[in-house]
């Protein structure tokens, strides 16, 4: 007998299909060669390795390093605020971004001071009543903050608590007394300005004045009383320094006074400037504790976030 044989082939087994379609362990080698040529690379490179996770994280603390000092350096750098000489602009526990561009760029713009930059480079002069950041002399290695009163070739001088510039006062208008409440970080320098509110509050109530500049440009100072610092003989602003003071003008250690560690400043030279006080992004009234959150809140001062210059 002959055997018969079946015409019908015998269907393929059912396998599955790979998402683009084709049988699993395959590739498409024209989706791969068109997806090289999208990206730019060479279509008959071989495929690229994938790069190690430890690599990958090493890599990207490299580039935010980079762009965290970039930014300091070159943009914008925070400061805190730890002493009153800036009354009644700046209070002890403001913290404020400066802007680094405005004067140019120094080793001093660097962080930690790097010699990275020689001298300055897009230098910029600031201008009559700027509130700046810069490298206290002597020792140029501590942030101080003070206002721009001289420019290189002015004559600065007080007269019984009055600013005069080129010979001519400065006017100066009393004010409301500035009050400020005392807490942590406040206290009143003498007791002869301490006042208990009605609600029980302990608040220091200060002497205020607003001066304007040649320029026009106002602020309010702080004027306690007579002091020995109110009459200087006059000062004529070399090239390339300033003049600078607080505007607590009885508790500011500045341009009247010469430089030395831990008093006066004298002179500050242009290429020991840092940056330009912009804004205050926060404030705290020194009562907060790390363990029990909701003092972060409560010290808060509200009202001085957000204030620019």
Request: glycine letters at 8%.
């Amino acid at each position: 007998m002959t055997a018969t044989m079946n015409d019908t082939p015998e269907p393929a087994p059912n396998l599955p299909e790979s998402p683009t379609g084709s049988a699993p362990g395959s590739a498409d080698p024209v989706a791969a060669i068109a997806a090289k040529i999208a990206r730019g690379d060479d279509p008959h490179s071989p495929a690229p390795k994938k790069p190690k996770e430890e690599e990958n994280f090493f890599i990207f603390l490299i580039k935010l390093v980079l762009i965290v000092g970039i930014f300091r350096s070159f943009i914008f750098s925070p400061f805190n605020i730890p002493s009153e000489s800036m009354l009644p602009r700046l209070e002890n526990g403001d913290y404020l971004l400066a802007a680094k561009w405005p004067y140019g760029f120094s080793k001093y713009s660097m962080p930690f001071s790097l010699p990275l930059i020689p001298g300055r480079i897009l230098p910029h002069q600031p201008a009559r009543g700027d509130v700046v950041i810069f490298k206290a002399p002597p020792g140029n290695d501590v942030d101080y903050i003070k206002r721009v009163i001289g420019l290189p070739g002015d004559t600065v001088q007080l007269k019984g608590g009055v600013l005069f510039i080129n010979g001519t006062a400065v006017p100066k208008v009393r004010q409301d007394d500035f009050v400020i409440r005392i807490s942590a970080n406040t206290s009143c320098v003498s007791p002869e300005f301490e006042v208990l509110e009605k609600d029980g509050t302990p608040t220091c109530h200060y002497p205020q004045f607003k001066e304007t500049l040649p320029e026009g440009k106002s602020y309010n100072v702080l004027d306690l009383g007579y002091r020995p610092q109110d009459d200087t003989p006059p000062v004529v602003v070399p090239a390339d320094r300033l003049f600078l003071m607080g505007d607590n003008r009885d508790n500011s250690m500045d341009s009247r006074f010469p430089a030395m560690e831990g008093g006066g400043i004298g002179l500050v030279p242009q290429e020991n400037l840092v940056g330009r006080a912009t804004i205050v992004m926060w404030s705290t009234d020194g009562g907060a504790n790390w363990f029990l959150p909701w003092t972060w809140f409560t010290a808060a001062r509200w009202n001085r976030i957000g204030g620019t210059f």
